[in-house]
């Protein structure tokens, strides 16, 4: 199963509304994960089974989807989120992530 | 604290090996499942191989199957990745994590990561 993420990178203002669009190539009901990774760091979880925001991310956080078609949406952009999204899915083996969103100043 | 701690890695010739370890505490190790996860330098992140609870079941990519071997030890709380045949489209920042299924989390996801461990693969 390929994820495939738009756009590829974007930049963006502190405040803004972002979304980030994850499609894979055949239905994986709603298991898809969101993680955000910042440079040097390990992936942090955001957001699984699709829309379950994972405990202590903040509440501008939010996904949705399912089947084939996911959004991950951060409802207004704070200094921290500056940083490389990707989505995965967890429906089958081999488990694949998407090529990841940067999202920069 | 939750924490997993890799080490093993470093510089290796192509056709080398090298034995990652990943070592867990704060939680009950051998009540999850565990993956590996590789991002070479400046590209995405690819799942590399996952075990279950007892070592019974593993998985594996494609390109690292017959190379690379995914086991556990629970009594001593670690997750080795035994790496052969070493190539240098290996070489990257290698990340243990916990690898929640269903019927341990309820959910799947990968959760939490270690900090990682740098394999070079070159002569």
């Known amino acids: 199963i390929q994820l495939t993420q738009s756009p590829s990178s974007l930049s963006a203002s502190v405040g803004d509304r972002v979304t980030i669009t994850c499609r894979a190539s055949?239905?994986?009901?709603?298991?898809l994960a969101w993680y955000q990774q910042k440079p040097g760091k390990a992936p942090k979880l955001l957001i699984y089974?699709?829309?379950t925001l994972q405990s202590g991310v903040p509440l501008r956080f939010s996904g949705s989807g399912s089947g084939t078609d996911f959004t991950l949406t951060i409802s207004s952009l704070q200094p921290e989120d500056f940083a490389t999204y990707y989505c995965?899915?967890?429906?089958?083996?081999?488990?694949?992530f998407g090529p990841g969103t940067k999202v920069d100043i | 604290e939750v924490q997993l701690v890799e080490s093993g890695g470093g510089l290796v010739q192509p056709g080398g090996s090298l034995r990652l370890s990943c070592v867990a505490s704060?939680?009950?190790?051998?009540?999850?499942?565990m993956t590996w996860v590789r991002q070479a330098p400046g590209k995405g992140l690819e799942w590399v191989a996952n075990?279950?609870?007892?070592?019974?079941?593993?998985n594996y990519v494609d390109s690292v199957k017959g190379r690379f071997t995914i086991s556990r030890d629970n009594a001593k709380n670690s997750l080795y990745l035994e790496m052969n045949s070493l190539r240098a489209e290996d070489t990257a920042v290698y990340y243990c994590?916990?690898?929640?299924?269903?019927?341990?989390?309820?959910?799947?996801?990968?959760?939490?990561w270690g900090q990682g461990t740098l394999v070079t693969v070159s002569s």
């Open positions: 994590a916990t690898h929640c299924v269903i019927v341990v989390c309820g959910n799947r996801y990968f959760d939490p």
């Open positions: 704060g939680f009950t190790f051998s009540s999850y499942w």
């Open positions: 075990i279950n609870l007892d070592g019974s079941e593993k």
């Open positions: 055949q239905g994986i009901s709603s298991y």
């Open positions: 089974a699709a829309s």
């Open positions: 995965q899915h967890l429906h089958s083996y081999p488990i694949t």
